[in-house]
């Protein structure tokens, strides 16, 4: 009996593929944030972030071409309420190459261009993606099954500009940025917890991004270092951090059992920015600084994985390929 499967194209390179620049992107970020507990990590950021620069402009060509060829494919994930929120991952990922270019010296013209590119981008989607909550006849079978962890991409996602912004010669912009994602993320997490009570957890494919949850209090703390936040609230948005990871790693033996998608992309960054945090928080030495680095070497044993079941994935063709269920239907 022949295998008949969906044809691999590029028509289903969705911008869920940018959240591997976003991963690679905190993991490089994070390996600095280790420098002060030793001087090598400099370089392990460095060779990070290149490889993060090269998959962003290979992935820029592809979407170029996607849209050039695919057109009616973009829109559909522009319009889906599920895949919508994915969209922001490119800019987030334009900030985000922004940000560790400027850590490593970079902060010329290109630098300056990405971040403000990505940080208006960023906020244009978080604009389409609030606007759909005001939608006329939008009923809850069509609003809840949207509200996954996923939202918290373009929602929080504002809180990324101040990383490098302060330092770029952009704080006042970087600091409203920061406000909408401060003000947006308790109402994004009231959201996804209701729409548990409403109609179950997300579907199990999307257990990964349960990870998510571990970004917003994070990298609020971390850009609120830079916009000159007082140490008490980066040590409680650290203990929210670290609650999540918690509620995350419940979850984790079932993500596993789930076949490989885009969707564990979902634990990169969470996991890259939690390190860079407890990194930040660390002391030069002791305990908690053994504590920092091993899960700086966690969060890097799981992005190295997940490059290489990316990459195991394309060889197979088994990434390329249309989602299953990926909008759900207005009767569920």
Same mark, same amino acid.
């Not at 829109?75 to 490119?90: G, K, N």
């Not at 902060?107 to 990405?114: E, L, P, R």
């Not at 909408?180 to 209701?194: D, E, F, G, R, S």
């Given at each position: 009996m022949?295998? =008949?499967r969906?044809?691999?194209?590029?028509? !289903? $390179?969705n911008?869920?593929?940018?959240a591997?620049? +976003?991963g690679?992107?905190?993991?490089?970020?994070?390996? +600095?944030?280790?420098?002060?507990?030793?001087?090598?990590?400099?370089?392990?950021?460095?060779?990070?972030?290149?490889?993060?620069?090269?998959l962003?402009l290979?992935?820029?060509? *592809?979407?170029?071409?996607?849209?050039?060829? !695919? @057109?009616?494919a973009?829109l &559909?994930?522009?319009? %889906? @309420?599920?895949?919508?929120?994915?969209?922001?991952?490119? /800019?987030?990922?334009?900030?985000?190459?922004a940000?560790?270019?400027y850590?490593h010296?970079? %902060?010329g013209?290109w630098?300056?261009?990405a971040?403000?590119?990505?940080s208006?981008?960023?906020?244009l989607?978080?604009?389409g993606?609030?606007?759909?909550?005001?939608?006329?006849?939008l009923?809850?079978?069509?609003?809840? #099954?949207?509200?996954?962890?996923? $939202?918290?991409?373009?929602?929080?996602?504002?809180v990324?500009p101040? $990383? &490098?912004?302060?330092g770029?010669?952009h704080p006042?912009?970087?600091?409203?940025q920061?406000?909408?994602?401060?003000?947006?993320w /308790?109402?994004?997490?009231?959201?996804?917890?209701?729409?548990i009570?409403?109609?179950?957890l997300?579907p199990?494919r +999307?257990? @990964?991004?349960?990870? =998510?949850? =571990?970004a #917003?209090?994070?990298?609020?703390a971390l850009?609120?270092?830079?916009l000159?936040?007082?140490?008490?609230l980066?040590? +409680?948005?650290?203990g929210?951090?670290?609650l999540f990871?918690g509620v995350?790693?419940t979850?984790?033996?079932?993500?596993?059992?789930q076949?490989?998608g885009?969707?564990?992309?979902?634990?990169?960054?969470?996991?890259?920015?939690? &390190?860079?945090?407890?990194l930040?928080?660390?002391p030069? !030495?002791?305990?908690a600084?053994?504590? *920092?680095?091993a899960w700086l070497?966690?969060?890097?044993?799981?992005i190295a994985g997940?490059l290489?079941a990316?990459?195991?994935?394309l060889?197979?063709?088994?990434?390329?390929?249309?989602?299953?269920?990926?909008?759900?239907? /207005?009767?569920?």
């Amino acid at each position: 009996m022949t295998d =008949i499967r969906p044809v691999s194209s590029i028509e !289903h $390179l969705n911008f869920a593929w940018f959240a591997m620049v +976003m991963g690679l992107c905190g993991l490089s970020l994070a390996w +600095m944030r280790a420098v002060p507990h030793w001087a090598g990590a400099a370089q392990v950021s460095m060779g990070v972030g290149v490889v993060a620069a090269w998959l962003l402009l290979a992935l820029l060509l *592809a979407t170029v071409w996607r849209v050039l060829r !695919h @057109p009616a494919a973009v829109l &559909a994930d522009v319009r %889906d @309420p599920l895949r919508q929120v994915f969209v922001a991952a490119l /800019p987030s990922s334009l900030v985000l190459i922004a940000t560790v270019a400027y850590v490593h010296g970079f %902060d010329g013209f290109w630098t300056d261009a990405a971040w403000m590119l990505g940080s208006a981008a960023l906020l244009l989607v978080t604009t389409g993606v609030v606007q759909r909550w005001f939608q006329p006849g939008l009923v809850a079978a069509q609003f809840w #099954p949207a509200m996954t962890p996923a $939202l918290f991409i373009p929602v929080v996602g504002n809180v990324l500009p101040a $990383l &490098a912004g302060v330092g770029l010669g952009h704080p006042v912009w970087a600091a409203a940025q920061y406000g909408i994602a401060a003000v947006l993320w /308790p109402v994004a997490l009231t959201l996804v917890l209701v729409r548990i009570g409403k109609v179950g957890l997300w579907p199990q494919r +999307m257990l @990964p991004a349960t990870f =998510i949850t =571990i970004a #917003p209090p994070s990298v609020l703390a971390l850009s609120g270092v830079q916009l000159g936040a007082p140490d008490v609230l980066v040590h +409680m948005l650290w203990g929210v951090a670290l609650l999540f990871t918690g509620v995350s790693m419940t979850v984790f033996k079932r993500s596993l059992a789930q076949p490989f998608g885009m969707s564990f992309w979902g634990m990169s960054f969470p996991l890259a920015a939690s &390190a860079a945090l407890s990194l930040h928080l660390a002391p030069a !030495h002791g305990v908690a600084q053994l504590l *920092a680095l091993a899960w700086l070497a966690g969060a890097t044993a799981v992005i190295a994985g997940l490059l290489l079941a990316t990459a195991w994935g394309l060889l197979q063709g088994r990434l390329l390929l249309p989602e299953p269920g990926a909008a759900p239907s /207005p009767s569920a």
